[in-house]
């Protein structure tokens, strides 16, 4: 049996010390990240305070109203540029859509140039796969909060969604609709660049 040194264990103790010095450690802590912060917060400040207005400019582009009619060769492109991944609402692998796509692109085309000229989706398409994924493997797996939905869409639907993207891309870096310091959502754009952007000023 251990010995009682004024009421506690010497584990007790020990254990006391530990929790003391956690304390303290993260109380120093908490004093340098805000102390940080302060100053970042000031520099920021000041530099709004001296940093001229912005300068907007009339953008007179020719409207983009419709979409271009895509052909078999763009889908059949998109098909065999594809990651091996489908959904289980898919009725084919896509390895062996890969395969027969010269078969099949001209009928995919049809479908989606039908949705592009009529400006609309088909409601399947708008039909997902929805896992629930667990936010961290520490978490309780029993509380609903703790996941994350993730949804699934079907393979034809994300290749409608590809060649939108593709003309309206297309269309706002053709006329410079984009502010050149934009990295989010752009290609070989990245948090990198936005950085680098930062640090050169």
Request: charged residues 20%; hydrophobic residues 35%; contains cysteine.
């Amino acid at each position: 049996m251990t010995a009682s040194l004024d009421g506690y264990t010497k584990e007790n103790r020990e254990q006391n010390l530990i929790v003391r010095i956690g304390k303290s450690e993260a109380e120093v802590t908490n004093k340098i990240l805000r102390s940080r912060y302060c100053t970042v917060e000031a520099n920021y400040r000041q530099t709004r305070s001296i940093a001229p207005r912005p300068q907007f400019r009339d953008v007179n582009v020719t409207q983009l109203s419709s979409f271009d009619p895509v052909t078999p060769a763009d889908v059949s492109k998109l098909i065999h540029d594809a990651p091996n991944k489908q959904s289980w609402l898919d009725p084919l692998p896509l390895w062996l859509l890969k395969e027969c796509s010269y078969l099949l692109s001209p009928f995919l085309t049809a479908l989606c140039n039908t949705s592009l000229r009529n400006g609309t989706v088909p409601a399947s398409f708008k039909t997902a796969v929805v896992t629930p994924l667990i936010k961290k493997s520490s978490m309780d797996v029993n509380t609903l909060q703790n996941y994350r939905p993730i949804s699934n869409l079907s393979f034809v639907s994300k290749l409608l969604e590809s060649l939108v993207s593709t003309q309206l891309q297309l269309h706002v870096d053709t006329h410079f609709l984009l502010p050149p310091n934009q990295s989010a959502y752009r290609r070989g754009h990245s948090t990198e660049t936005a950085l680098g952007v930062l640090r050169s000023h």
